[in-house]
């Protein structure tokens, strides 16, 4: 256990080490070839041109880092099954499929994202890329929720509603960490509390080469975050909120029907699905607020405007710091609030959790704006 946590230390410092280093130079070389956002639309609330291009090295950094310190054999399944090769084969063999296909998933997806950023990529090419992404992922990879663990009175789901079910996760969870991305520090910040959330869980469930993957991420999210807070000198872009949506979504599929013999009892208490749920209710709840407002208003889901909850905030005279540190006490809460309720029953637990959710978003919308 001690050699595993080394690991996942020495993959988030690598991440963070290499955001922290390598970010100056790409900001100077975006702006000398004026890869800029213009503060041009009355919607983008930043006051002057900022690089758009901060995944990439977001990328470069995940995929550097998880490579470097990807976890020997004899580290997958030792622990857990001794020297039953038979087992520790299978351990193997698991891991480094996902880390195969996850390498192709955000090779993908990173190409996809630094042409929308750069150049623009129509509605219909880019959902025919996140297809092919969902594809590797849920077919290829074989990564999808096979079970709701009694959510609703709900096990086992056949396996086309499995595989139907967990395409969706991965859109939604990608468009959810996409539409955030409008406070600086906010998309961030909240992958971050995400990362190390689900990269915790992992860790104590004793699957190193995923609890990896989330601590590289959350290391190159904090190295990130140095230049993304207030006031932003480099904004992620697609080609970063659609890598931290695809490795989180991935993540979030795992813990739901992973191994928990291993977990400590207070974590075993927890329907995973609701863990899982818990750690991404605000892009889930913000996404679906703003979903319904539009469709209520009858114009495109996907049209850009000033309603979501980060947009309410700056309103209420919070600034941009403020928002982001109020967000970010958000997701925590409602992690906590999984632990709080761990002992109750799954559908219970849930409701609550999510009634609190739901009410904790709309209450800026009901808070009075600050008088000018």
């Known amino acids: 256990m001690k050699e595993h946590g080394y690991i996942l230390l020495l993959g988030a410092i690598t991440a963070f080490v290499v955001v922290l280093f390598t970010m100056p130079s790409l900001i100077k070389v975006a702006r000398m070839k004026h890869l800029v956002d213009e503060p041009s639309e009355e919607r983008k609330l930043h006051q002057r041109s900022v690089p758009t291009i901060g995944g990439i090295i977001i990328f470069a950094a995940v995929i550097f880092s998880y490579a470097l310190w990807f976890p020997k054999a004899s580290l997958i399944g030792v622990e857990d099954h001794g020297y039953d090769y038979r ?22 997806l990173f190409f996809i994202g630094v042409k929308d950023d750069i150049i623009g990529f129509s509605p219909v090419k880019k959902l025919v890329g996140h297809m092919i992404v969902g594809y590797i992922l849920v077919i290829m990879a074989d990564i999808r929720i096979g079970s709701m663990h009694g959510i609703f009175g709900v096990y086992e789901l056949p396996a086309s509603i499995s595989i139907a079910f967990s395409f969706f996760v991965y859109v939604v969870l990608v468009n959810a960490f996409n539409l955030i991305d409008g406070v600086d520090g906010l998309a961030g910040g909240v992958g971050l509390i995400a990362a190390v959330a689900y990269g915790s869980w992992l860790f104590l469930a004793g699957d190193v080469a995923l609890s990896l993957l989330a601590f590289v991420l959350a290391g190159a999210l904090l190295g990130f975050l140095v230049f993304n807070f207030n006031p932003a000198r480099i904004f992620m872009g697609d080609s970063g909120s659609l890598i931290i949506g695809a490795i989180l979504s991935v993540l979030a599929m795992k813990v739901v029907d992973h191994d928990t013999t291993r977990l400590p009892e207070y974590l075993k208490q927890i329907p995973t699905p609701v863990f899982v749920m818990a750690v991404v209710a605000y892009p889930l709840v913000d996404t679906l607020r703003v979903f319904i407002h539009r469709s209520v208003r009858g114009i495109s889901p996907f049209a850009a405007d000033k309603n979501h909850i980060h947009h309410r905030l700056l309103a209420l005279g919070l600034g941009h710091k403020g928002t982001t540190g109020v967000l970010y006490a958000y997701a925590i809460a409602i992690i906590a609030l999984s632990l709080v309720t761990r002992k109750w029953h799954p559908n219970i637990g849930l409701m609550v959790l999510g009634s609190s959710a739901v009410a904790l978003a709309m209450l800026p919308f009901v808070w009075p704006r600050r008088s000018a």
């Open 87 to 108: 087992h520790l084969y299978k351990a193997m063999g698991a891991a480094y499929s996902d880390f195969k296909y996850m390498l192709a998933a955000m090779v993908l």
